[in-house]
């Protein structure tokens, strides 16, 4: 079983940088999926970005040139570096990985962005 701890999340001016940390209690190198979602208030939880242990990448439009998702393998941990900031990027963000067939969330951290 895959355990996830994010951490990073903050309030932060519009315009402003956050980077996302998501450690994970197994090697990074043998979970084939790993992404970030985030659920903004009142709204559905939505894909902000994925990185396949082939090393492919892939994000949502609204994030594209702004975020950018990276592994560290050597401590386990996947990054979400946001820059350019927007209000509507504020959400609870929560790191995902599938495992073998099965999922695993991590508790989510709140980014809110400040106009």
């Known amino acids: 079983q895959v355990q996830l701890v994010e951490s990073g999340g903050g309030l932060v001016q519009a315009g402003g940088s956050l980077r996302l940390s998501c450690a994970a209690s197994?090697?990074?190198?043998?979970?084939?999926?790993m992404a970030w979602y985030r659920q903004p208030p009142g709204k559905q939880r939505e894909l902000v970005a994925v990185t396949l242990s082939s090393g492919s990448t892939n994000y949502a439009d609204s994030v594209k040139g702004r975020f950018t998702i990276f592994r560290d393998n050597a401590k386990n941990t996947v990054y979400l570096q946001m820059n350019s900031l927007k209000p509507e990027d504020t959400a609870v963000y929560y790191c995902?990985?599938?495992?073998?067939?099965?999922?695993?969330w991590g508790q989510g951290t709140q980014v809110t962005i400040s106009a």
């Open positions: 197994e090697s990074t190198v043998s979970i084939s999926y």
């Open positions: 995902k990985a599938i495992q073998k067939g099965s999922t695993y």
